[in-house]
């Protein structure tokens, strides 16, 4: 999936930004542009572009690093921390963010890039001459166009349970080729109609795509992203039912242990993750989740640290806490041995820079199976107590009987950590984090600056409290 868009594509992609290597300083500049309708030609230039918009997933931007950190980092409070020296990310951690602030611009722009591929490839696919294929490319681009929606609407708006009347993000549904096109996307939409428009983009992902696709999005990817959808909606009967769609149809199964998941390729776990490998991946340096989160000498800034009550929070015989969280060298991963008057812990998932990273994998399929029967007083494929004991026996946690919808949501934090779910689990259980309630304007991402300053139609949509 990292394989570089042919010299073509990046012409459709639009824009192009690059960083120092220290401030992280955003520099912007509209590559030149050529006719949409030509870009695509042949059956292989459509693989191209899908292959290019996997790519710009893999981005630092997005899943290679911000779309994970950033909503844990929001969610800091007695979980982890920030020590690092880029004010972007300490921003975040803070709740200080500004309207200029870096992540919030590059993921926005990426995010959209990706969207445009996928619009493109939905506006020429008469080309494709395999019938099959172009059913498949279909899919994977309207995949692709609802999970980017999905992660745009949930960090740029007011979760969904503050009301779905609350401005969203712009939907981009056309196909862009020139600059100014795409310095317009257009106003704000509600929440509630881009929801509306994941549900619908997921659902035609789930019809057009195959059972199985090789190490890119099928059908089960999709309905994995429709069963977090309905969750975060609060529509538990929806998101029950695609949740027992996946567990029982999907072909995935549990890993043996709880390390193999981000230690194996593509592991029987995984409905869906970022393929990388030491030629490609997020990065190494300023970019990446391992860089970021480990402490090991040679790999990792050492710069996101496990909060010490969040680590004794653990059951002290559950696998997580023994094996994916460990002391690390304390400051910077230069040193050998643990700085002892500084002990710090790290998570053990992310601990190499070409790994893969799931997205999405089937234990959140059982906990949302397990947390939705519970509260609808149902038991759709299981009961909650069997749904939350498979989570808890891999990880050798006790056994609970009779759960609660707590008892779940705590388990949610135990398997989901440092996977980027727990502020958005915040959210639409309407939890505060530490003095902050869920719907605090300071919880939501500014619109960027550039982009204020350049789409006419959200002067004044800004979201409260950025300037």
Known sequence: MKIKLISGLMLVTLFASTFTSCDKKLDIEPMQSVDALTALETDQDFQSAVVGAYSILGEGSLYGTNLIILPDLLASNSYIAWAGTFQSYRQVATKTMVASNAEATRTWIAAYRAINIANTVLAQSSKISDAALKTQLEGEAYFIRGIMHFELVRMYGLPYSAGANNLGVPINLVAVDTPDEAASLGARKTVGEVYTQVISDLNAAYAALPATNGTRADKYAAKAFLSRVYLQMANYPAARDAANDVIANSGAAMAATVTVPFTNRNSPESLFEIQQNDQNNAGTSNDGLATFCASIPGIGRADVYTNNTFYN???????????????????????????????????????????????????????????????????????????????????????????????????????????????????????????????????????????????????????????
């Open 313 to 467: 929070s653990f059951e002290a015989n559950d696998l997580r806490r023994r094996d994916l969280i460990y002391l690390g060298t304390g400051a910077r991963a230069s040193n050998s041995a643990p700085n002892l008057a500084n002990p710090r812990r790290y998570t053990g998932k992310w601990t190499s820079f070409s790994q893969n990273i799931p997205v999405v994998r089937l234990a959140e399929m059982y906990l949302t199976r397990a947390e939705c029967n519970l509260r609808e007083n149902t038991t759709v494929g299981a009961t909650p107590a069997a749904d939350l004991a498979t989570v808890r026996n891999r990880a050798g946690a006790s056994v609970i009987a009779n759960p609660t919808v707590a008892n779940i949501l705590q388990e949610r934090i135990f398997e989901l950590c440092f996977e980027g779910s727990r502020m958005h689990d915040f959210k639409r259980t309407q939890t505060s984090t530490g003095t902050f309630p869920y719907n605090d304007p300071k919880l939501v991402y500014p619109i960027p600056e550039r982009e204020m300053r350049a789409n006419s139609a959200l002067t004044g949509f800004q979201n409260p409290g950025y300037f």
